[in-house]
């Protein structure tokens, strides 16, 4: 299996090392990360600017390509910049989960979502902060079961979140809202956005969320298609 690694949290994420050592188990590995950190980029891309893309030396048996653009972009040079082929695109592993409403800003999701575009399998990695190490503990039984199911040959993307401990894992959908947003005013006219988990959660053990809350590993397909196939159904015999 070739794989491209990629992340939103930069070269100097601590568990990028771990998780290239990881996946060089499962095959031939290249790895083309932002030079600094990308969160909420989504899909983004630059093209009117030039940006810097350079070999680092992460540890002495670990090179990796340090982008200064966003996940997007990193999956783009893999490709199409050192004309390489993939079976796998691998994002994360996140610092912070990506679930409900929030995985339309995450650049984690929007690496594998670009990774599609170009015809490539993909699969996001989030935990929150401070179980990064576990998540990384608990992906040779969770991707084990991925390949075991096949769930690669049912659809392009998953987005896969971690709890602590994972009393199992979840086949699930995306859930609703995760954090509570707003601005804040700083000094003058300056305005920061703010917000926290929300805190109250349900049982509804096919969400996202609740599952992620209630202990399961987390596992959502998604759908990089954007049209509404029910409207456009109802609506074509218009034109």
């Known amino acids: 299996m070739r794989i491209l690694i990629t992340n939103d949290d930069s070269i100097s994420s601590p568990i990028l090392p771990g998780l290239i050592r990881w996946a060089k188990k499962h095959g031939d590995v290249t790895v083309v990360v932002p030079k600094v950190e990308q969160s909420g980029k989504s899909q983004a891309i630059e093209f009117y600017r030039e940006v810097e893309i350079k070999e680092v030396e992460l540890a002495p048996d670990l090179k990796v390509w340090a982008m200064d653009s966003t996940p997007a972009d990193c999956v783009r040079f893999g490709v199409l910049g050192l004309h390489q082929t993939y079976d796998l695109v691998l994002s994360g592993i996140n610092r912070g989960l990506n679930v409900g409403h929030d995985i339309v800003y995450s650049g984690t ?17 989030s935990s929150a902060p401070e179980d990064q190490e576990e998540a990384l503990a608990q992906l040779d039984g969770v991707f084990g079961w991925v390949m075991e199911q096949e769930l690669l040959s049912h659809n392009m993307l998953y987005n896969i979140n971690f709890p602590r401990e994972a009393r199992g894992i979840r086949v699930t959908r995306q859930g609703g809202v995760f954090f509570s947003d707003g601005f804040a005013r700083r000094e003058g006219d300056m305005y920061i956005q703010v917000g926290a988990p929300v805190t109250e959660y349900g049982q509804n053990l096919n969400m996202d969320i609740d599952a992620i809350r ?3 590993v987390s596992v959502t397909p998604l759908a990089a298609e954007r049209t509404d196939f029910v409207a456009f159904e109802k609506l074509k015999h218009l034109t």
């Open 214 to 216: 209630n202990g399961y």
């Open 109 to 125: 999701v929007g690496a594998i979502y670009e990774g599609s575009r170009l015809g490539i399998h993909g699969i996001a990695l």
